[in-house]
C-alpha cells in the first residue's frame, strides 16, 4: 500500500494505493486488476496489475494456463 498522496497514473483522477507489478505504475482502488497467484498446495498470494499488464500474457503468466 502506498502512503503518500500519489495520484493513479492509469486514471489520474483519484489516489493511488498500490503498484501494478508488472510495468510499476501507481494505481488507485479503481484501475487495479488483481490476481491470484497460486503456488500449489502452500499457497500463494494475490498480485497487483494495471489493465493493460493484466491482459497481456506475458507478463501476467496467469493467463498462460488458462
Known amino acids: 500500500m502506498l502512503e503518500d498522496d ?3 497514473r492509469y486514471c489520474g483522477e483519484a489516489k493511488a494505493v498500490i503498484l501494478c507489478l ?3 505504475i501507481p494505481l488507485c482502488n479503481f484501475c487495479v486488476s488483481l490476481e491470484d ?3 500449489g498446495c502452500d499457497g500463494g498470494k494475490v ?3 494495471c489493465p493493460d499488464c ?3 500474457p506475458d ?3 496467469v493467463l498462460e494456463f488458462e
Do not use: K, L, S
Open 6 to 8: 500519489t495520484d493513479c
Open 22 to 24: 508488472g510495468c510499476g
Open 37 to 39: 497467484y497460486g503456488f
Open 47 to 49: 498480485v497487483a496489475f
Open 54 to 56: 493484466f491482459v497481456d
Open 59 to 61: 507478463v501476467n503468466t
